[in-house]
């Protein structure tokens, strides 16, 4: 109930593309989905968050398109960049729990020249 | 954004010996913190919640006598891991919510890579 399943655990992308990468989540009390960019050695950064009431919300070059009825919410990097290289977690928690997250196991990401 | 900070971020001890790890709120008073465990390509895994004031809340199988928390101030927790032994080597980092307990937003700190010799 508690797990939040993400896909692919690693994913090459040449330098323009668009980086795709999704998470699937079971319990439905979840209603706070955070992205986290986590470089070497480093602690995560948030990168971006989305709630279930709304289906997708740009930043930048990061979107998150949010299914609630499929509860799948994925991350869309478009332009990739080398710099963006970095292994990404999905999260999610819920309120009332003082923000404690639920990670995905995390993709590495590697955009190439 | 607000800034959480680890200290040290890297430490070598012995097999046996204690470490001390503190986590700061650098610019946020933050009456809940967490600590994770993250093993090489692996998720960060939730070690326990960081609770001001009164005890820290484990998650299932983490040993509450070999790694204490305590949540000296609205600033600071720290955590200790008692006898180590070279399988507790790994990337140790906390976060905190901003604006309070009830935040959804969370800030990382740094990691605190530790090697047990």
């Known amino acids: 109930q508690q797990q939040v399943k993400q896909s692919p655990q690693s994913l090459i992308v040449q330098k323009g593309g668009i980086s795709i990468i999704n998470c699937a989540y079971e319990n439905t009390a979840f209603d706070y989905f955070p992205w986290y960019q986590q470089f070497p050695g480093k602690g995560p950064a948030l990168l971006i968050a989305?709630?279930?009431?709304?289906s997708e919300k740009k930043e930048g070059r990061f979107t998150i398109s949010f299914n609630k009825s499929a509860k799948q919410f994925s991350l869309h990097i478009m332009d990739s960049q080398p710099g963006d290289s970095a292994t990404y977690f999905c999260a999610a928690s819920m309120t009332g729990t003082a923000s404690k997250l639920t990670f995905g196991t995390g993709t590495r990401l590697q955009v190439t020249l | 954004g607000a800034v959480v900070s680890q200290h040290p971020s890297w430490v070598i001890c012995k097999s046996g010996t204690s470490v001390k790890i503190e986590c700061r709120s650098l610019d946020f008073q933050a009456t809940t913190m967490f600590w994770y465990r993250q093993f090489p390509k692996q998720s960060l895994m939730l070690m326990a919640t960081s609770n001001e004031g009164s005890k820290a809340t484990y998650e299932q199988g983490v040993e509450k006598d070999k790694f204490l928390i305590n949540h000296a101030s609205l600033t600071l927790s720290t955590l200790t891991v008692t006898s180590a032994h070279p399988e507790d080597s790994s990337f140790y980092i906390c976060?905190?919510?901003?604006?309070?307990?009830?935040?959804?937003?969370?800030?990382f700190g740094p990691g605190t890579r530790l090697l047990v010799l």
């Open positions: 976060s905190a919510p901003s604006g309070g307990g009830w935040s959804e937003t969370q800030y």
């Open positions: 989305i709630r279930p009431d709304v």
